[in-house]
């Protein structure tokens, strides 16, 4: 069950990033900072922003957005500008990419497979939860 997040983590994130976060993902990762997607009819796990406000968040937030892309940076094929926001269990990532100092609204599917990576959703918020 995911948490609520304070605005500061986010902020935090993207101080860290370098980069702005989609207003529709950061809204919704306040809201929820976590949970489920369903999409290309898999379930996603999304992954959450690092929430250090107690020792439960903390530990609930581990394997947070930008650590999951850091460990996926050393993959083959996965794109540079690319943070991965969910996983699929098998390898496959949803990823926002970053054009400049933001990430841009539009939601792709990368595939660890062939290293493609192919638009699902115009923004995060048209991503159906699970």
Request: charged share 25%; net charge negative.
């Amino acid at each position: 069950m995911p948490f609520d997040l304070a605005a500061s983590f986010i902020e935090a994130a993207e101080r860290e990033l370098a980069s702005s976060l989609p207003s529709s993902y950061a809204n919704a990762m306040r809201a929820a900072n976590g949970g489920d997607l369903d999409v290309l009819n898999e379930d996603w796990r999304l992954y959450p922003i690092a929430d250090s406000s107690d020792r439960r968040r903390l530990s609930r937030t581990s394997n947070h957005a930008i650590k999951e892309t850091a460990a996926l940076q050393q993959w083959p094929k996965f794109p540079s500008r690319a943070l991965a926001i969910a996983g699929n269990g098998s390898g496959d990532q949803l990823v926002i990419l970053r054009n400049g100092d933001a990430f841009g609204d539009a939601v792709h599917h990368w595939s660890h497979e062939t290293g493609v990576l192919t638009k699902v959703a115009d923004d995060f918020a048209d991503l159906p939860r699970a």
